[in-house]
T-cell receptor, first 115, second 114 residues
């Protein structure tokens, strides 16, 4: 597609509920990243995929967070047993390669509110 | 470890005046530096990047940034601000030695007053 698409745009979850956030990267983009942006903060790295391989998950804050990209295109970020501190905007970004000089294309994000 | 500082939470400037949004960074290797802009309820949009070469980088919408290695800075500038430039600006650094991800600064909110 023309850009990185994320769904849903907004999600309200009750504390303890599981959620799944979807990212559709630009077609052909090899690299895919998930970031978490708390209110008033800069984005913080969660995890990185190159094709279907999850090469870096050092930013995932707990074992309640899980990401997958089984066919090397669409990715899902799953949060189990959500807690209030999980409330944030979750941003997905993709790039066509792994070169450090490449910028990303970001999606508009999913705003998760845990009540 | 990589880090990025944006010392100003908020920058106010009158329309037509020059603007500067400050950024300093810390990396162990060669930095790749980026500026992104975020409008309300939107994702981050790429403005410009420094990889190598000329220290003055020109980007989208008339923005430019100057890489200063000795001061470890990468300040964003524009000669004449527009009201439509009002947004949240993020500086980011990428160090190839530390993997693929960006480290973002905390952001600076730019308000351009008519």
């Amino acid at each position: 597609g023309a850009g990185v698409s994320q769904s849903p745009r907004y999600k309200v979850a009750k504390r303890g509920q599981d959620v799944a956030l979807r990212c559709d990267p630009i077609s052909g983009h090899v690299s895919l990243f998930w970031y978490q942006q708390a209110l008033g903060q800069g984005p913080e790295f969660l995890t990185y995929f190159q094709n279907e391989a999850q090469l870096d998950k050092s930013g995932l804050p707990s074992d309640r967070f899980f990401a997958e990209r089984p066919e090397g295109s669409v990715s899902t970020l799953k949060i189990q047993r959500t807690q209030q501190e999980d409330s944030a905007v979750y941003l997905c970004a993709s790039s066509w390669g792994g070169g450090a000089g490449l910028g990303y294309t970001f999606g508009s994000g999913t705003r998760l509110t845990v009540v | 470890a990589q880090s990025v500082a944006q010392p100003e939470d908020q920058v106010n400037v009158a329309e037509g005046n020059p603007l500067t949004v400050k950024c300093t960074y810390s990396v162990s290797g060669n930095p790749y530096l980026f500026w992104y802009v975020q409008y309300p309820n939107r994702g981050l949009q790429f403005l410009l990047k420094y990889i190598t070469g000329d220290n003055l980088v020109k980007g989208s919408y008339g923005f430019e940034a100057e890489f200063n290695k000795s001061q470890t800075s990468f300040h964003l500038k524009k000669p004449s601000a527009l009201v439509s430039d009002s947004a949240l600006y993020f500086c980011a650094v990428r160090d190839w030695n530390y993997g693929q991800n960006f480290v973002f600064g905390p952001g600076t909110r730019l308000s351009v007053l008519p």
